[in-house]
């Protein structure tokens, strides 16, 4: 092999695994809420509608975030958005687990982890 053509590591690939390990973690503090389900209601004893309603409110703001999210791709763009929007899921997943309320996991789950995972969702993360 000649001196010339040496072969260069693809900064890319780090890009990728970040991204990848990053949506695994969104994607799984999102999923983790069904594991959770039965054990919130068997210890606080709410209604299975109230219970249900916080996973819902995270998908409407999931879904309805989009759009602010998007503008702030385009505005900020992706290497100041992923790390506040990891840093939201971390924090309401923090706040998730010292809860004693529901209005706090609607807020905590539902709004501010919601919104965390609309932010480092599939669509930013491939744009």
């Known amino acids: 092999m000649s001196e010339k053509v040496k072969a260069r590591f693809f900064y ?8 990848a390990v990053s949506m695994t973690l969104a994607y799984a503090t999102r999923s983790s ?8 209601l068997d210890e606080y004893g709410w209604t299975r509608a109230e219970t249900a ?3 819902s409110l995270s998908l409407i703001v999931y879904g309805v975030g989009g759009i602010i999210s998007g503008f702030l ?9 992923f790390p506040v929007a990891a840093t939201l899921i971390a ?3 923090f706040w998730c ?8 996991l609607y807020v905590a789950f ?18």
């Open 12 to 19: 890319g690939w780090i890009i990728v695994t970040v991204l």
């Open 33 to 40: 809420f069904s594991v959770f389900y039965v054990a919130i």
């Open 53 to 55: 309603g916080i996973y």
């Open 73 to 81: 791709l385009d505005k900020i763009g992706p290497r100041k958005l």
């Open 91 to 93: 924090l309401g997943s």
């Open 97 to 104: 687990s010292r809860a004693t309320h529901i209005w706090e």
């Open 110 to 127: 539902g709004l501010i982890v919601g919104f965390g995972q609309c932010s480092l969702g599939y669509v930013p993360t491939m744009t």
